[in-house]
């Protein structure tokens, strides 16, 4: 029984010692808010107070201030190559987008000023690959003989352009794009001069389009309305092509017309080619013998 008791005595002192502790740290809590809310209160206040006397400087009600003081920073003397470096540091960016620019610029001015200008335009037509690359440098040398520097650049350059116009072209993927450029051309007057054949006829509609050589060349055994046929001239062997022309490979010439350019533009391109057309039909063709 007496140790029952004792054991009862002690829980109960434990208890109240805890209880004792208990209080004593809610005390030391309340009184640590009390203590934050108090220097929060007091940190508010000065606040207030020294925004009023930064008014009061700016103002110029009061020229110095006890509680706030206006730092100056220490003047630095930089080197020049600190201020080179801290200049390229703050305009990376923009020096990145300048550099780039004259670059472009650059490589474009270049571009101009290097780029051989043709003196003539030929649309090859034949809807041929292997015909163009192989050919395409041969015909231009030929074209080439038959002109003086045109443009006035010292050189004398013809290309050719080769853009294939046939009904199989126009079922190939891809063939958007060649007939745009076929369009385009057709719209300006830069390329009077024409080598096709008649699966072309649909796209460029000769008739329409091409000048009728017969008052030209008639007496020329090639000559066939607006088209100079090339199968039995020498025009194969000039470009060391080994095949036979196709019968309804030609030569023809465009009508000056109204372009998106000017009508006097191509007739001055008309005017270059032509003579160029009648060398290589002196050259290739054959006359037609009198009967």
């Known amino acids: 029984m007496e140790e029952n008791q004792k054991e009862k005595n002690t829980l109960e002192v434990i208890q109240e010692m805890e209880e004792q502790q208990r209080i004593q740290n809610q005390k030391l809590l309340e009184q640590e808010r009390l203590r934050e809310e108090q220097e929060r209160f007091q940190h508010e206040a000065q606040l207030k ?6 008014l009061k400087l700016k103002q110029g009600v009061i020229d110095s201030s006890d509680t706030i003081y206006e730092q100056h920073e220490e003047e630095k003397n930089y080197t020049f190559g ?25 490589y474009l001015t270049w571009q101009v000023v290097t780029t051989v200008k043709p003196d003539m335009i030929i649309l090859l037509l034949v809807d041929d690959d292997f015909f163009n690359a192989a050919c ?13 520097d ?10 050719v352009y080769y853009i294939p ?9 891809g063939y958007t794009g060649d007939q745009t450029k076929l369009f385009a051309e057709f719209q300006i007057g830069e390329a009077v001069l024409v080598i096709s054949d008649d699966g072309a ?7 329409h389009n091409l000048e009728d050589l017969e008052s030209y060349f008639g007496d020329y055994q090639e000559t066939e309305g607006v088209r100079f046929r090339l199968k039995d001239t020498d025009f194969a062997a000039r470009l060391e092509w080994d095949e036979p022309f196709d019968d309804d490979i030609y030569i023809g010439i465009r009508k000056v017309k109204q372009t998106m350019d000017s009508e006097q533009k191509m007739q001055e391109v008309y005017d ?13 063709g054959h006359l037609k013998q009198a009967e």
């Open 150 to 159: 045109v443009n006035g650049d010292g050189e004398v350059a013809v290309d």
């Open 272 to 284: 270059v080619s032509f003579p160029a057309l009648q060398k290589f039909v002196q050259e290739f």
């Open 201 to 207: 006829d649909e796209f460029i509609v000769p008739d």
């Open 49 to 54: 107070e020294d925004k009023k006397e930064l």
């Open 82 to 106: 600190e201020k080179v470096s801290n200049f390229i540091y703050h305009n990376k960016w923009w020096m990145g987008f300048a550099v780039f620019f004259l670059v472009m610029f650059g």
């Open 165 to 173: 116009a046939s009904q199989a072209t126009a079922e190939r993927d």
């Open 136 to 148: 395409s440098s041969g015909i231009e040398e030929i074209f080439e003989s038959y002109l003086d």
